[in-house]
């Protein structure tokens, strides 16, 4: 897709450095134009496409993860992107949306679906953010049990009207939720955080994967390790060498001061460096984009 005929959300600018941007023309380039070329890598989808988020411990940024894409996603194809909380757990997706909306939970739409006959039917449910992303949310008086079935009929609802529905879901393959999501998935992005714990969880969630015959998926996945500290003593190197044995494509999100405050997730709050990321996140996923 060309980027030259839209106007992007400001949220997605960094601005240009002015004259010293022609001093990063050896070498490194400056963040203004490492978005320039990722915001442009960007395509749109012709069919709806589900995109699973999974990862292999709590706290790794599955949920960030799942809105930042999402996030850019939105404000990047102007289509309709959807974020749905498919984790068994008590997600904690609702709060990464602006304050001040309420929306009601995902399960009280099951068996509802079919008498809903427009767009405008569904907004009682939904929270959006300035990028234009929806979510569907859930409550935390759901029953884990009767997850499949609502999730089965939500996710095939929502291909009628969303070109992107990213679903961020838990640590486990093998909840009725996850098993709806893989069955609809057509693309997998894993999470790790840049720990050693949380990159052997994800490699148990791999394994299970694969135990479930979903090695395409994953073969054709892209792995992020998440929220890296330029102080870290970890080897990010060795696990993303580890990993990108395993995936498609293995990408790295900066550790940033304002998803790490944990309140509503703004793109336009963020670093320079974790908005690129993002970007670049978002246009390595959708190169497989049918
Ligand atoms: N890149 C990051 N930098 C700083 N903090 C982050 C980053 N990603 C996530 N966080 C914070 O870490 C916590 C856990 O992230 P979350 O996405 O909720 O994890 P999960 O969904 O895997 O349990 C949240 O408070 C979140 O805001
Ligand atoms: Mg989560």
Avoid at 59 to 86: P, Y
Avoid at 224 to 232: D, K, L, P, Q
Wanted: aromatic fraction near 6%; charge should be negative; hydrophobic fraction near 40%.
């Amino acid at each position: 897709m060309s980027q030259t005929d839209i106007e992007l959300p400001d949220a997605l600018e960094i601005p240009a450095r002015g004259w010293l941007r022609g001093l990063f023309d050896r070498g490194a380039l400056d963040p203004a134009a490492q978005m320039d070329t990722a915001v442009a890598a960007i395509r749109r989808s012709r069919r709806p496409e589900y995109v699973a988020v999974f990862g292999g411990k709590g706290g790794a940024g599955k949920t960030t993860t799942s809105t930042g894409l999402g996030s850019t996603l939105a404000g990047v194809m102007r289509d309709r992107v959807a974020v749905v909380d498919s984790n068994p757990d008590k997600g904690t997706l609702c709060l990464k949306f602006p304050t001040g909306q309420s929306a009601l939970p995902l399960h009280q739409l099951a068996g509802r679906t079919e008498q809903l006959r427009s767009y405008s039917d569904l907004r009682p449910y939904l929270l959006s953010n300035e990028l234009g992303l929806d979510a569907l949310t859930s409550s935390r008086h759901r029953d884990p049990a009767a997850d499949g079935a609502v999730y089965a009929e939500i996710l095939d609802f929502l291909a009628a009207d969303y070109r992107v529905v990213v679903t961020d879901c838990g640590t486990s393959a093998t909840s009725d939720a996850a098993r709806e999501v893989l069955a609809r998935a057509t693309q997998l992005v894993v999470v790790t955080p840049a720990q050693i714990d949380g990159f052997y969880a994800l490699l148990e969630t791999l394994d299970e994967l694969v135990d479930m015959r979903h090695r395409d998926l994953i073969g054709d996945a892209v792995a992020v390790i998440n929220g890296i500290h330029e102080s870290t003593s970890v080897d990010v190197d060795k696990i993303h060498a580890d990993l990108k044995r395993r995936v498609r494509a293995v990408r790295r999100i900066p550790h940033d001061p304002h998803l790490a405050a944990g309140a509503a997730f703004d793109f336009a709050e963020l670093q320079p460096a974790t908005k690129v990321a993002y970007a670049e996140l978002a246009a390595t996923v959708t190169a497989r984009f049918r």
